[in-house]
């Protein structure tokens, strides 16, 4: 009789064949297989009705061609992307990234984390994700609004309120939702303002949203420690990245009484032991579009080129900025230098071997698909806001928000301590969200 562990293996080693090249989206698979052992040996029908296979195989995978024209009138050609994961509990729901790293790979990688983040939540959305490998750093405003109609000129057979709601991640803000959504309403001659979150406020975006993924990250921070008899009062922290989730983490744990000691971006590091200086930062980042560095020319900070992070003591760590930034390595550092908790503001920003040394030594570690669940939850509360022509206050939004969050650590809390590993996030959060998608699919059948 083959073993819920063989079984496991064996879909693993199938995706691998089937995916080949694709290392980011076979770790995240390896990830959620590897706790999912003890669901398999409760649920048998979930193997019997290959539940686990038809998961890890996209219901719709996108790749086209996005042409558009530069300032000097030169073609350029960029790679298109969305993949459809799985719409067992809604409409296709999961951001656009716009980087140069993008390929159908990371694609498919943050797509199947989607689908589990989505179910946390406890709102009706499946799980999809979708990109370019267009850089928009050091475009001009036209440029980048060219990309984005050509970008949406083919996407938008594809998108609908009831079908596929895309949303920004990476390189994909305000401005660039703006220009997506335009051509959508030119193109389709609809105002149909529930297609796509991250709007601005002015026009049918959710007060929070710009906030909610780093808020929603400390929510769930937060939550970790009381479970613990702590609180994130006086903890010195570091956040990695100074991007839209990395600046609103650094918000709320300054709100909640923490002392922000460090940011980042893909340049190097700041080390402010006084605290960083939030509203120079939004300057610098959000008004101006500068480096990090130029921090350190306006305040007594430290600038560290190529600097690692982690290598500064702290006691609470929030990785923000990019998948795989945090090995091994720099997570015995941090374990060494007294770091008590971790809060994945980014997706799946610690490798394997980090995550391990993290679980191993029994701190407080909140897995991405959960801890930063907040920007995809009030994506969904914008979508609620669209369907019925309604705005609501910055405080309201905020309260679901964090009611949402708190409701996501709690269910995690809670399904780890009953498959046997209290205090396991990452098992938690996989199993949650696996066992609603999975539900969901046995009772539709085998579609």
């Known amino acids: 009789m083959v073993t819920p562990s063989e079984q496991i293996e064996h879909i693993y080693q199938q995706v691998v064949q089937r995916n080949p090249g694709e290392a980011e989206f076979h770790q995240a698979v390896r990830e959620v297989l590897d706790t999912l052992e003890p669901v398999l040996a409760k649920h048998p029908e979930y193997a019997d009705q290959k539940i686990i296979e038809r998961i890890c195989e996209p219901e719709r995978q996108l790749i086209f061609r996005v042409p558009w024209q530069d300032d000097?009138?030169?073609v350029q050609i960029a790679r298109g992307f969305r993949v459809g994961f799985n719409s067992a509990l809604g409409p296709y729901k999961g951001g656009l990234r716009f980087h140069p790293s993008v390929y159908l790979g990371i694609i498919k990688f943050l797509g199947f984390e989607q689908i589990f983040k989505n179910a946390?939540?406890?709102l009706p959305i499946g799980g999809a994700k979708g990109g370019s490998d267009f850089d928009p750093k050091g475009r001009s405003d036209n440029e980048i609004m060219r990309f984005c109609q050509?970008?949406?000129t083919t996407l938008y057979h594809y998108l609908g309120e009831f079908t596929d709601v895309p949303a920004g991640d990476i390189g994909v803000g305000a401005r660039e939702i703006g220009y997506l959504f335009g051509q959508y309403k030119r193109i389709t001659n609809r105002y149909e303002s529930g297609v796509l979150t991250g709007k601005s406020p002015h026009w049918g975006g959710a007060l929070v949203r710009r906030e909610a993924t780093g808020y929603g990250t400390v929510y769930f921070v937060e939550e970790m420690l009381k479970a613990r008899g702590d609180t994130i009062e006086g903890k010195r922290c570091t956040v990695s990245g100074s991007g839209n989730v990395a600046i609103y983490a650094i918000e709320k744990l300054q709100e909640l009484g923490a002392k922000v000691i460090a940011c980042s971006d893909s340049n190097g590091v700041v080390h402010d032991p006084r605290g960083i200086d939030l509203e120079l930062l939004k300057q610098l980042k959000e008004v101006e579009r500068r480096r990090i560095s130029d921090y350190a020319k306006h305040r007594d900070a430290q600038y560290i080129p190529n600097g690692v992070i982690w290598d500064i003591?702290?006691?609470?760590?929030?990785?923000?900025?990019?998948?795989?930034?945090?090995?091994?390595?720099?997570a015995k550092t941090l374990l060494r230098n007294g770091c008590i908790a971790v809060g994945e503001g980014a997706n799946m920003p610690t490798t394997p071997g980090g995550v391990r040394a993290f679980i191993g030594a029994g701190i407080a570690y909140g897995p991405g698909k959960a801890a930063n669940a907040g920007g995809v939850a009030t994506s969904a509360l914008e979508m609620q806001q669209n369907a019925s022509r309604d705005a609501w206050s910055f405080e309201h939004t905020e309260r679901r928000l964090h009611e949402i969050m708190k409701n996501i650590h709690h269910d995690c809390f809670e399904t780890a301590k009953e498959f046997g590993s209290p205090g396991n996030y990452l098992i938690g959060a996989n199993i949650v969200g696996f066992q609603r998608v999975a539900q969901a699919m046995l009772a539709f059948g085998v579609i």
């Open 72 to 74: 000097r009138g030169v």
């Open 120 to 122: 946390l939540t406890g």
């Open 150 to 152: 050509s970008f949406m």
């Open 313 to 330: 003591p702290c006691d609470v760590a929030l990785p923000c900025a990019t998948q795989n930034e945090l090995g091994e390595t720099s």
